[in-house]
């Protein structure tokens, strides 16, 4: 997959415009930085020239005409400079503008490398190097990204038109021979190293590619784990909601109790803090289901649940099923004085329910006894010595007859 994936990006055909556009982009920075060379270059060579004879061109390529040639060079620069000033932005608009500025790439390598072919084969003292031609082509086949199936015009045109007009600058003296030599060792050096570069970027691309991707899978993963984790969060917080509601009566249960005291520790810290505890047990129930069936039974225990939990309106205060026909009302920050008043609404709404309960021995609606107790708590030990001597007092209610409330009192 590697491989098809390197290959195709050295075939015209193959490329994907998302590469094309990244190469485009490269190709602009490279092109600002390599005409900025080339315009120093040409001034450099030209003020060496007027004040020295470090270059002397041949008689029949006057003095002029060489400054010239290298002032031709500054403006093609500054021309191609200017072409390539706007922002990234501009040149990657649509593929068309992408296609177009391919080719004043592709152009520019050609006119930068014949002008290098012209002026080499015109400097008589460094004739047989052919400076300006290797530094022109070596330039621009490393500074130019330009795609497999384009990376040899440059090349093949500027090599013509040195072959075509060498023999019209021969020197006497020169072997034509070694001239040959250089040019076909270098030509080939040049174009390798073109190839060498371009398959670099292609890496490079390649690689950016599948970090990219592998970015992307990761954020993928991510966010799809982080759902799933919160799925799972909200079905542990459902489920441990689940396990603390009593199936019955739909009001917390004893497990439910347990958290709310625990939680309601927390926020004291450790602190003492009033703790009143109510256990209620509903008169004679056992008589009302042989008497009237376990369904009836049911639905008296879930309407006196959603009456009495009514009553438990604030965060510090719960209503729970105990167990049986046992209900528990516990709340946090209230003393002996509230706890008697509680404990009368709670018989009051139990009483305007008016279930019928002719199997009762004190009344014939259901009835409700209750057993209290307050006291300070700062830790689980002294809740369930509070829950204890509250159960103690809900026996003695109904000890002492029934459908009544005690407090108890040692």
């Not at 084969?121 to 190097?129: E, I, K, L, R």
């Not at 209503?319 to 516990?330: K, L, N, Q, T, W």
Request: aromatic residues 14%.
């Amino acid at each position: 997959m590697k491989n098809r994936l390197f290959n195709s990006l050295n075939l015209a055909e193959s490329v994907s415009d998302k590469f094309r556009i990244k190469r485009l982009i490269s190709n602009v920075y490279r092109m600002r930085l390599l005409t900025c060379l080339f315009i120093f270059y040409g001034v450099w060579v030209g003020v060496v020239n007027r004040f020295s004879r470090l270059f002397s061109p041949l008689p029949s390529f006057k003095r002029g005409w060489y400054l010239w040639a290298y002032f031709l060079l500054i403006i093609i620069n500054l021309v191609f400079l200017m072409a390539f000033r706007r922002d990234v932005s501009y040149y990657t608009k649509n593929m068309k503008r992408v296609f177009t500025y391919e080719n004043i790439i592709l152009l520019y390598s050609c006119m930068s490398m014949s002008w290098g072919s012209v002026v080499s084969v015109a400097d008589g003292g460094n004739y047989s190097f052919f400076m300006p031609f290797m530094i022109s082509m070596l330039s621009c086949g490393v500074m130019c990204l330009i795609g497999r199936a384009n990376r040899h015009v440059p090349f093949i045109f500027s090599s013509s038109v040195l072959f075509f007009i060498l023999p019209f600058f021969s020197v006497s003296g020169e072997n034509p021979k070694d001239h040959l030599f250089y040019l076909l060792v270098f030509i080939p050096i040049a174009y390798v190293a073109s190839t060498m570069v371009y398959k670099s970027f292609c890496s490079n691309y390649e690689a950016n590619e599948l970090l990219e991707k592998s970015k992307e899978m990761l954020e993928h993963e991510t966010v799809r784990n982080r759902e799933i984790n919160k799925q799972l969060l909200d079905a542990n917080l459902m489920l441990k909601k689940l396990l603390s509601i009593d199936e019955l009566t739909g009001i917390s249960n004893r497990r439910g109790l347990q958290n709310f005291i625990d939680i309601s520790l927390e926020k004291a810290e450790e602190e003492s803090v009033w703790l009143s505890v109510i256990m209620m047990d509903v008169d004679f129930f056992k008589s009302f289901n042989d008497g009237y069936g376990h369904t009836a039974g049911d639905e008296t225990l879930r309407t006196i649940a959603r009456e009495i939990s009514s009553l438990a309106t604030g965060e510090a205060e719960l209503v729970a099923r105990y167990g049986g026909e046992e209900f528990i009302y516990v709340s946090f920050g209230t003393g002996i004085k509230d706890i008697f008043a509680i404990a009368r609404t709670i018989m009051d709404r139990v009483s305007s329910l008016e279930i019928p309960h002719e199997f009762s021995k004190i009344c014939r609606f259901i009835t409700i006894s209750l057993g209290g107790y307050s006291r300070e708590v700062s830790c689980k030990d002294d809740v369930e010595h509070c829950i204890e001597k509250a159960d103690k007092a809900l026996y003695n209610a109904k000890e002492n007859g029934r459908n009544r409330f005690c407090y108890y009192t040692g």
